[in-house]
């Protein structure tokens, strides 16, 4: 019945750093607490080391943190049915080589074939996660594993120790100074009202930085290198390398290196709010207990402001009870489904509210904890079926 000791996870950058992002958290997990040999199969090695450091982007194969990574350059090449995991997983239903999937055919006891799809709030999910799709000519099965906020999902990415570790930092003065110092921080922006900002190009951003400058009180906004260029560009007077910083008004802008995924959840803990985007930074804002604003990834039709409000109608349900929030019309804003957006008023009456913001995210924690955990579901899924 346990016999799944090994699992491939097929991974393809369509863009950006959520696919790699999720993947490689997937693989630690899976080799750190359930004991499986993961090997994961990357085709762009250069974005998988901006978020991972240790990875050899120019490595056929390696090994880091336990995980056997192969750079996945083609389709070609011929696979023995000894070589295929118990458990083979294609993130986003990416087509893995048809000599794998001949292989996975000529094994005596099948591997278990999850295709783990995208993260959405939206109910179809639940009448589509584990579905069952025959492969046309050989004897497999293939099955959906949909990521999600409710019981009939897999769940949420989250690795055992990670609230203990987050209340340790956050409880810590010290390590959080130590650590936004080392980001380069002064006394002065470290005391400010210290606001992350991951999102994609066209996001409003002028406006509040606009806003932020004439505000009541000092915002320090860190924005990873090479996101809002444009607007950061300007706001600087310059080009927005890592370390550049300048101050205007109440609002300093500080442009941060981009860092290792582990250093990327700190930078959340020690924020006071969060903008973030995609899919695996959404879901570490939800972790890290701040009050946070989501960019969703543009889709063609306006289709994600479907998805973006299936979100804010689950998470703000959990969050204020009556009260409809500000933290959800600053997200309608930030997304441009709210158009002509009162940027000063948005942020007065989220940034009066972050005490209150913050400690009702642990209803939502609580809520998101009662699903377990995507990798323990997936295992106990493939565990199922064999
Ligand atoms: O980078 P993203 O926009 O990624 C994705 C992709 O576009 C993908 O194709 C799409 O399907 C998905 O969005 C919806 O945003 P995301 O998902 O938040 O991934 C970013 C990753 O980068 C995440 O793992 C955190 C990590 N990261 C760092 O490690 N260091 C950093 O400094 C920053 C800013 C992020």
């Known amino acids: 019945m346990n016999q799944t000791k090994t699992l491939a996870l097929f991974c393809k950058v369509v863009d950006n750093y959520g696919d790699i992002g999720i993947c490689w958290r997937l693989a630690r997990q899976l080799v750190r607490e359930h004991d499986i040999d993961v090997t994961l199969w990357v085709d762009d090695l250069r974005s998988f080391a901006r978020i991972c450091p240790q990875v050899d982007p120019a490595a056929a194969a390696q090994q880091v943190a336990g995980v056997s990574i192969y750079h996945w350059r083609d389709q070609d090449g011929t696979y023995y049915a000894e070589d295929v995991a118990d458990i083979v997983i294609e993130f986003f239903a990416v087509d893995i080589p048809p000599g794998y999937v001949t292989a996975m ?24 996660h584990t579905l069952p799709s025959m492969h046309p000519r050989l004897p497999l099965t293939k099955h959906f594993f949909f990521p999600g906020f ?23 003065p010290a390590a959080r100074s130590a650590f936004l110092g080392g980001l380069g921080l002064d006394a002065g922006e470290q005391a ?76 959340l803990w020690a924020c006071d709010v969060n903008i973030v985007r995609g899919e695996d930074s959404f879901v570490r804002a939800q972790w890290a207990g701040r009050p946070f604003a989501w960019h969703i990834y543009p889709q063609d039709e306006n289709l994600h402001h479907k998805k973006l409000r299936a979100f804010l109608l689950r998470y703000c349900a959990a969050q204020y009870g009556d009260d409809a929030g500000p933290l959800e019309r600053f997200a309608l804003a930030f997304n441009g489904v709210e158009q002509n957006a009162d940027w000063p008023g948005l942020w007065q009456s989220l940034s009066g509210r972050l005490d209150q913001l913050a400690c009702r995210s642990a209803n939502w924690q609580n809520a998101l904890l009662e699903n377990g955990d995507l990798a323990s579901n997936l295992l106990a899924f493939a565990r199922s079926m064999r």
């Open 150 to 172: 409710t019981a009939r999902t897999g769940g949420l990415l989250r690795e055992a120790g990670l609230f203990d570790e987050r209340d340790r930092f956050q409880r810590d």
């Open 192 to 267: 400010a009202c210290k606001v992350s900002l991951f999102c994609y190009p066209h996001a409003p951003v002028a406006g509040l930085f606009d806003a932020w400058q004439r505000g009541a009180a000092p915002v320090a906004c860190l924005v990873p290198e090479g996101v809002a260029k444009d607007e950061v560009r300007d706001f600087l007077g310059g080009e927005p390398a890592a370390g550049a910083v300048r101050t205007q008004g109440m609002l300093t802008v500080r442009v941060l290196p981009f860092v290792p995924q582990a250093d990327y959840d700190r930078l």
């Open 105 to 128: 055919a000529q094994r005596q006891v099948k591997p278990v074939w999850l295709n783990l799809e995208g993260l959405t709030a939206e109910e179809w999910v639940e009448g589509c």
